[in-house]
């Protein structure tokens, strides 16, 4: 009877209540932490302190380097004390430039700042190297102490920056006050959920996202927007653009100076592009398929009735590039031709090497972030907003902190910065999938993604590929998205730009120290190691754009008449940019 009872019991909701019990509390924990689960951590620490007091040899190691950084700092303070033009004993790591200003070389406030990057420099070796301890817990561990050790950088304290007290000098303290202005009005905005400062000068529609075009298309995911021609003929293929959804599209269409919209629909191109419906607790059940279903598929449908019988040229930015590669690897799979080639950019498909943001993604974390979408039914993009923040912080914590709230000093606002602030949400099912499958299971490199219950292999991709990578790129590293090499049998036309993530992709002609190395890896060719291929690849000043398009252009069949907006069961339901792009 009691067996009996057990089977009855399992089968019943009984299980399911005692997990919702586990996610509300797991959730309640993600609110307190924004997002980051105290157990990942817990447990990556313990992993390196155990393995550290394990290891005798090491901590020697340590020891000694700490009495040579020690004594190197010693010597150093005697000497500059005596010798003003002494030389640093050692320099910032690149990309670090919170001592750059000439009065960080006055002493002592040199002398403090060398002395926090010695410090800064044995951590990381006390954080690295230690034998037994786990690549990720490592990497999580490091990145913790790097972010503990920025909090108590002189930089970041106005008794101890140099550009700070010669600001409160000018200023006869003026600049506490205006960066306690600019604290308060930060803080209000944020718990009204209202944009930034400035951010209300860039709106869709009137300053931003004002290419001509109507949206052609909408359904409960995605309005499509067909973009008008400003030439007297087009290519006979359409592009399609697919943006992110954790994000707007126009970061595609910002101002009309940097718009790739308007660049390809000046060149002669027909224009699509998707925009995203921001989701609500409604969609929770929503999944990456649905967004392939919904959004890609349905759009070339729509494409395919404006423009009949033309082959698509399809980009993919970021997370819509990853989405792009399955729709294609399905489409190849199931012999769908309507495709003339693939463009990626900043858009991974094989996460093994996918960077610090995978500091984020392990069993134990995607759980609490499960738990707190589980619970509102989305990700809100503010519950992102810390991870990318930390990946960044010198750049987007520490130097906001100085620069607006000790120097009293408003950065300018600009159109990337506005998009970056109108952000969207994430369904919990789609969000999970995504972190899941792609992040922690790599299940698409693998072999392993399933559409429409069969595997997908992006080995069946036969049309031309296009790839994008950036050199600062934090959300997609450049030697991830390098790795579409080794994962197709097809013609890899790769770009390596300036910039980062946003900013390198919006790389418009003209703009200023922009550069980039292209590559074609043709179909059996040997390949090349992504340092290798670097070496090999010289540098061009420039914008990507210009190389993209004459890109597509030689590979469109020859210019046509300009297509009509809309066509039969696809009529004009409004101006660009519609109407998903102003929820909010």
Known sequence: MTCQDDEDFDRGSGPEAFRAVDRAAAALVARATSGMSPAALSLAYLDWWMHLAAAPGKRAELALKAWRKA???????????????????????????????????????????????????????????????????????????????????????????????????????????????????????????????????????????????????????????????????????????????????????????????????????????????????????????????????????????????????AAGYCLGGTLLSVAAAAMARANDARLASVTLLAAQTDFSEAGELQLFVDPSELYTLESMMWDQGYLAAGQMAGAFQMLRSNDLVWSRLVHEYLMGERAPMNDLMAWNADATRMPYRMHSDYLRRFFLDNDLAAGRYRVDGQPVSLLDIRVPLFVVGTERDHVAPWRSVFKIHQLTDTDVTFVLTSGGHNAGIVSEPGHKHRHFRLHETRYGDMHLGPDEWMEATKPQDGSWWLAWEAWLAARSTGPVGLPKIGGPGYPALGPAPGTYVMQR
Request: hydrophobic share 40%.
């Open 71 to 313: 004594s190197r700092f010693a010597s150093y303070a005697v000497a500059s004390s005596l010798d003003r033009t002494l030389p640093n004993c050692i320099t910032p790591l690149p990309g670090d430039d919170r001592f750059s200003a000439p009065v960080w070389q006055d002493w002592p406030f040199r002398l403090w700042y060398q002395g926090f990057l010695l410090n800064q420099q044995w951590w990381h070796n006390a954080t690295h190297g230690v034998p037994g301890v786990k690549p990720h817990d490592e990497a999580l561990v490091a990145f913790m102490a790097r972010q503990l050790l920025d909090v108590f950088s002189p930089s970041n304290s106005p008794l101890t920056n140099p550009e700070v007290i010669r600001r409160t000098r000018e200023t006869g303290g003026m600049n506490f006050v205006e960066g306690a202005r600019n604290a308060l009005a930060d803080f209000a905005r944020k718990a009204s959920d209202a944009p930034p400062v400035g951010a209300e000068a860039f709106a869709p529609g009137q300053n931003v996202a004002v290419t001509p075009g109507e949206v052609v298309f909408r359904n409960h995911l995605i309005e499509l927007i067909q973009y008008r021609a400003t030439t007297s003929e087009v290519a006979a293929e359409p592009v399609l653009i697919v943006p992110a959804w954790i994000m707007k599209y126009y970061i595609l269409d910002l101002s009309p100076e940097n718009s790739l919209v308007r660049h390809l629909v000046s060149k002669g191109h027909t224009v699509f592009c998707i925009s995203w419906r921001n989701v609500t607790q409604e969609d929770r059940h929503l999944g990456f398929d649905d967004y392939r279903t919904q959004g890609v598929m349905a759009a070339l449908e729509a494409i395919e009735a404006i423009v009949p019988g033309s082959k698509v040229h």
